[in-house]
């Protein structure tokens, strides 16, 4: 008898990593999506609006095409879904597979910035001039996701990006689901929330990730749905939510919202290099700190982030004064 049966999974082997939570998941076949076309009201550049979205030039639930379509996997409300998006004349069209496919589509222009109003931002700066007539297509995207925003944001804590970016891919690609529909090969579904909780705390040590950001992200997927509620509250009241989580400060939150609410007024505050670049680009000071950028960036109320984006996208930074950070992988530890 104690051959004849395979033992049944249970909370302790999943736990163990002896069950593969999302390995197992076939991929969809491909066939006929659900199509959306939309016509924005002015100029559109996919790259910027949908580029905050993307973790790292490997990021497994994003994909930029040469020929200028994006395609991207979601974990929505009624599923995951693989939305492809590309621009044709004036216009934009969206196609989407899996149960989220309707709920991608019915949302493509919040994510394409159809909420946003460029035309509120009155450059005060030259260089901010310049740069929004270089860049006429910069939209903010509302994302109406928490969760796939908060994640790899508190994974960019404290860290450099591409250690960040790595953890991002590993934990995707070993614990997501392959995305639904003819996506491009090796892009998957972040996992759910669930899933993120059974991962082997070992797991986290190989992807790089301490335990203080792993412990803030399990901490986070347990009261998932309440924090998926913030989508419809203000971007401040929304921030105030996320920060009720132990680790997530001030610069995980904005980050969020930026992304979730397209909040063109959430500045970044905490960050290592934005206070020296807002510096040097509106007053030649490499050295501000918060306090002096956001001093610098009042005029700008109501709009400090978009002006922020500009300036980086400017491309006027300072020069570099010392080695970059070194780069730390625990999980040779």
Request: glycine share 12%; net charge positive.
């Amino acid at each position: 008898m104690a051959g004849r049966f395979a033992p049944r999974p249970t909370r302790t082997t999943v736990r163990g990593g002896h069950v593969a939570v999302g390995a197992g998941v076939p991929r969809q076949a491909a066939g006929p999506g659900r199509v959306r076309d939309w016509m924005p009201d002015g100029p559109l550049d996919l790259g910027l609006v949908l580029g905050p979205l993307r973790r790292g030039p490997a990021d497994p639930t994003f994909r930029a095409m040469p020929d200028g379509s994006v395609w991207r996997a979601s974990r929505t409300p009624v599923g995951p879904g693989t939305l492809r998006v590309c621009a044709y004349g004036g216009g934009v069209r969206g196609e989407a597979w899996g149960p989220g496919a309707g709920w991608l589509l019915e949302r493509l222009p919040e994510l394409l910035g159809a909420a946003d109003d460029p035309s509120a931002f009155v450059p005060r700066h030259r260089l901010l001039a310049m740069t929004r007539h270089r860049r006429p297509g910069l939209r903010l995207t509302r994302s109406g996701l928490v969760l796939e925003s908060l994640i790899p944001s508190i994974l960019e804590q404290k860290v450099t990006t591409d250690e960040a970016y790595r953890a991002w891919r590993l934990l995707v690609r070993k614990y997501g689901e392959p995305a639904p529909g003819p996506a491009p090969g090796r892009m998957y579904v972040m996992p759910a929330p669930r899933t993120w909780a059974l991962i082997p705390s070992w797991e986290w040590h190989r992807a790089g990730v301490d335990n203080k950001r792993a412990s803030t992200i399990l901490r986070a997927v347990r009261v998932a749905a309440r924090l998926e509620e913030a989508v419809g509250m203000e971007p401040g009241a929304a921030r105030a939510r996320l920060e009720v989580v132990p680790g997530i400060g001030p610069w995980t939150s904005a980050e969020t919202v930026q992304r979730s609410h397209g909040a063109a007024d959430e500045v970044t505050v905490g960050d290592l290099h934005l206070p020296g670049i807002v510096g040097w680009a509106l007053a030649g000071d490499r050295d501000a700190d918060d306090s002096v950028m956001l001093e610098l960036l009042e005029p700008y109320a109501g709009q400090r982030h978009r002006a922020a984006r500009l300036i980086l996208l400017s491309g006027r930074v300072p020069g570099r004064r010392a080695p970059k950070m070194p780069r730390w992988d625990i999980g040779q530890f």
